[in-house]
């Protein structure tokens, strides 16, 4: 199920990476701008059943920098005749920057954000709550990737799936001041599809197949009751006959 909404709820994902640019800028203003590229990985071992589809995610965060992070994604890998798709697309956004407002092109981007000391109580729509290792939680926007295989896929097949990715900070002119790219990569395995619980019985001892069946031992315990019985009769009557 996606996480489109999470209000009391958090996400933590498997991998945590922070990469604060060193590279800053001084603006006339007198400010000096930071630029974080932060992002976290879920799951990357996906597995799927032939025909089938499954959803990786990216999540993204902001909270060492002080710009606005642009970020496009692309799908620089993938086994021929798999569909990758991201959401959200690449679109068209319209940016104000310093007064002059300008046409990008992305798929997300991520305000700056503070650090959070404990998961919030409610989650902003589009967004999730992950946990960042040793400094505590903060909010991040999702990008899902999801692969569709063919019917005709062999199980047991592994694909694997490369997404790149660019963050883009504007300058005072709107134009791009610096970018830094990033690849993220997910190993998609095909299975068998899961059956539902199913029992049944292999042997019920009626066939000899190695239980106890009282009919299939019938005739031996009949034969050796028979000779019991005669090795026990049979002494008695001769020694009646010999009184006589």
């Known amino acids: 199920m996606r996480p489109r909404n ?16 060193g590279a800053t800028l001084a603006h006339a203003e007198g400010d000096t701008a930071t ?3 932060a992002s976290a990985q879920g799951n990357k071992q996906l597995q799927v059943t032939p025909g089938g589809e499954v959803e990786g ?6 909270i060492d920098g002080n710009r606005i992070t642009h970020v496009t994604l692309e799908v620089s890998e993938a086994p021929a005749g798999w569909d990758v798709e991201i959401e959200p697309a690449q679109h068209e956004v319209d940016v104000e920057v310093s007064g002059t407002v300008v046409t990008i092109v992305e798929n997300l981007h991520v305000e700056p954000s503070e650090l959070l000391e404990e998961e919030p109580a409610s989650v902003p729509d589009g967004m999730v709550c992950i946990a960042v290792p040793g400094r505590g939680y ?29 963050a883009e900070w504007l300058g005072q002119g709107g134009a791009a001041a610096i970018k830094q790219a990033r690849d993220f990569d997910f190993t998609v395995s095909v299975v ?3 059956s539902g619980y199913t029992e049944s019985i292999i042997d019920d001892g009626t066939d ?21 019985l005669g ?14």
Not at 212 to 225: E, Q
């Open 208 to 228: 000899g197949g190695g239980g106890f069946s009282l009919m299939s031992w019938l005739p031996a315990i009949v034969a050796a009751v028979v000779v019991l």
């Open 35 to 37: 630029y974080n590229f």
């Open 6 to 21: 999470l209000a009391l709820a958090l996400v933590t994902v498997a991998t945590v990476v922070v990469v604060v640019m």
């Open 138 to 166: 903060t909010l991040a926007v999702p990008a899902y990737i999801t692969v569709s295989v063919p019917e005709s896929e062999d199980i047991g097949r592994s694909g694997d799936i490369r997404i790149a990715g660019e």
């Open 231 to 244: 090795a026990v009769l049979i002494p008695c009557l001769v020694v009646k006959r010999k009184k006589r």
């Open 57 to 62: 995610a990216i999540y993204f965060y902001n």
């Open 192 to 194: 068998a599809e899961a």
